[in-house]
């Protein structure tokens, strides 16, 4: 239905939306307050606004060890003056623009072992998005812009970017008679920036184009492709940077479909290929393809089954693989107390030099009712499983397995029996290579194979790291294994629950031999939760585990306790205290758990313009060979009286592990007039 111009409102791009959604990432829409705008003419200023901000930053990192001690700090002013104009030409429904921009003034000092250093610069952030025929069905945006954000590269470590960005984004509507859109990207996005610990230094170019149809009612199919190029020479100060080039293109296709009486049948599909070219070190190419079909069936309300699909081919420069399996099952309820799954599956897998094909049966039965004292549940299951694998090769190399170390927690790597000497750790982009005993250790427990991120190296806390490797393939063999489980659960008047849970799994080799011990297990757990509010807004939660495993690889016992209270303080503050207790004894192994944590966090209004929130946390591992401790201390206050707001923010973090102590401090202060 056409609508004439006087009855259009058009709105203007808050400021805040445009910081937010304009950086780093592509633009998008604007939330709007209304204008009206009866008149055409050449051109209409809609709005003015802005704000001034000053703002301070204070990191100090000191470094000790048995070997070496090191310290940086690094202390910054930043004053900033930014106006937005918003106005259009003809009429805002043709071309509407929100252009702005302002300088930053950044005062740093930076003090190390090797120097002091200070600098000066004054810094310019832009803006301009032209938005075009908003009122079409083809509305489309063109954008520029210039931003200084802060990166966060760790706990305490913030440093000012310089990033510019320009592209082009829309949207085609009520393509076909109204049934399909067409959305579109493109941009190109330069970030440079260095600080302590880390470097930024990356372009990159990224296209999308998505297609959506919808037919028949319920039935969605969806077309999409990306491109992306990333040329990035960023990573850490502390080890040699060497340029990388990733280049990837992916082209997906979804579909879902309903048949019959109340659309009682589904078929779900989604098709992916991904090729990638990654020049760096060492240079590589891929080609994924991965396709999967999902169908479903609803007999009744009680009654579902399901047949599912998965396939996948892998071309890398130093592997090709193929995989594909076959699921189906059924899932029902037989009463209201009673229900069960029955599921019939079938894999196999092809790489070179090895394949492997397994075929198994599984089922479970899950019972619970409601008795005068609370509930209880009682489930099992079994599985039964023939594997036929055939090996010419002694391991099966892994690429781009992806990880992110947080603190000094070790985390597995998705295969056992890891080959010694083969793990290679880089940073995401590929412009690094880590250094084992400098900047992680490996550790070993059984037929896993952990990374541990150590402090005093160049992994960043929280960052993304990728892990080449090669892991044993076991031989040749044909075997079947066995597995089955039971648990039984008990809950008392909603406040205390019981749980006993055991499982096993055996394996009888048929012909062949196995290169690595068979891992058969018998393990039992068992542990009670309770939950309880008393007084006034005070709740009390608490659980206790015991896990006792017997495996032929690494035997363990371990126990768990975990222990919080909360509270609300006259409303408005809120109050928790927690505190855990973890310990794992592996029979072979030194690398044992004892691993204690506290935290309390407390958070609240200050009259009705402040806010505060405090939160610490200490984690305390002795069982290993490395012993690491952890404190944290976070603290957060604003502050917003009419258009002037003020943030303050203090971090501070002391680790140690084994020898090596680090501790961060980090204090940020900003005000802020809007206008």
């Not at 610990?197 to 037919?215: I, K, R």
Request: aromatic letters at 12%.
């Amino acid at each position: 239905m056409a609508v004439g111009l006087e009855d259009r409102r058009f709105g203007k791009s808050c400021l805040c939306s445009i910081l937010l959604a304009l950086s780093p990432g592509i633009p998008v829409a604007a939330v709007a307050d209304y204008h009206t705008v009866d008149d055409i003419k050449p051109f209409g200023l809609l709005d003015v606004s802005g704000h001034i901000r000053t703002g301070y930053l204070f990191d100090d990192r000191e470094r000790d060890s048995t070997v070496s001690g090191s310290f940086e700090r690094q202390t910054s002013w930043e004053e900033e003056l930014y106006l937005l104009t918003e106005s259009f030409i003809y009429h805002p429904g043709f071309l509407n623009m929100d252009i702005g921009g302002g300088p930053i003034f950044a005062q740093q000092q930076f003090d190390s072992p090797s120097g002091e250093m200070s600098n000066d610069e004054t810094l310019f952030n832009f803006l301009a998005r032209l938005n075009f025929l908003e009122l079409k069905n083809y509305p489309f945006s063109l954008y520029y812009q210039r931003s200084h954000p802060s990166v966060t590269t760790s706990l305490a470590g913030r440093f000012l970017t310089e990033n510019d960005a320009y592209g082009v984004n829309g949207r085609v509507f009520d393509l076909f008679g109204g049934s399909t859109s067409l959305r579109f990207d493109a941009q190109n996005r330069m970030a440079d920036g260095a600080a302590l610990g880390a470097v930024v230094d990356e372009e990159t170019d990224t296209a999308s184009v998505l297609v959506e149809t919808s037919f028949r009612d319920s039935d969605r199919l969806e077309l999409r492709y990306d491109w992306f190029d990333t040329m990035s020479g960023s990573g850490s100060p502390g080890l040699p940077i060497f340029r990388s080039t990733i280049s990837q293109e992916i082209g997906e296709i979804r579909s879902r479909n309903f048949f019959g009486r109340d659309d009682r049948f589904e078929i779900f599909q989604v098709l992916r290929r991904l090729q990638q070219e990654t020049e760096s070190v060492n240079s590589t190419s891929l080609e994924n393809q991965d396709y999967l079909a999902d169908f479903r069936w609803r007999f009744s309300e009680q009654t579902r089954s399901y047949f599912r699909y998965r396939r996948n081919d892998r071309e890398h420069t130093f592997s090709d693989s193929k995989s594909q399996d076959f699921e189906f099952g059924v899932v029902g309820q037989a009463s209201e107390s009673i229900k069960y799954d029955a599921v019939a599956e079938h894999a196999s897998a092809e790489q070179t030099g090895f394949d492997r094909e397994e075929s198994a049966i599984r089922g479970s039965l899950n019972y619970s009712r409601e008795f005068g004292f609370g509930t209880a549940g009682l489930s099992g299951s079994l599985r039964g499983a023939r594997t036929d694998q055939r090996s010419g090769i002694a391991g099966i190399p892994v690429f781009d397995e992806s990880h992110v170390l947080n603190g000094t927690t070790p985390i597995d790597l998705a295969n056992d029996f890891a080959v010694g000497g083969s793990v290679i750790v880089s940073n995401a982009v590929r412009t690094q290579v880590f250094v084992e005993g400098l900047d992680y250790r490996l550790l070993v427990i059984g037929s896993a194979t952990s990374i541990q991120r150590l402090i005093g190296g160049n992994i960043t806390d929280g960052e993304t790291i990728v892990v080449d490797y090669t892991y044993e393939t076991s031989g040749t063999a044909e075997f079947d294994t066995t597995g089955a489980s039971i648990s039984l659960n008990v809950g008392f008047l909603n406040t205390l629950n019981a749980f006993l849970h055991f499982d096993m799994q055996d394996t009888n080799l048929r012909n062949g031999a196995f290169t690595n011990p068979i891992n058969d297990r018998d393990s039992l757990e068992f542990g009670i939760s309770a939950s309880n509010q008393f007084l006034d807004g005070w709740s009390l939660n608490g659980q206790f585990r015991h896990r006792d495993q017997d495996e032929e690889i690494s035997p363990f016992v371990s126990d768990a306790l975990d222990v919080s209270l909360a509270t609300s303080l006259r409303g408005t503050w809120k109050l928790t205290i927690s505190g855990s207790l973890a310990i794992v004894d592996y029979e072979n192994s030194v690398e044992d758990v004892d691993q204690v944590t506290y935290r309390l966090g407390l958070s609240g209004r200050l009259m009705r313009s402040m806010q505060l929130s405090y939160d610490a946390g200490y984690l305390s591992d002795t069982g290993g060979t490395l012993s690491r401790t952890q404190l944290q201390h976070r603290l957060n206050f604003q502050w917003a009286y009419r258009q002037v707001r003020f943030v303050l923010r203090g971090q501070y973090s002391d680790d140690e592990l084994g020898p090596t102590k680090r501790n961060d401090t980090q204090v940020t202060a900003q005000v802020t007039r809007h206008f």
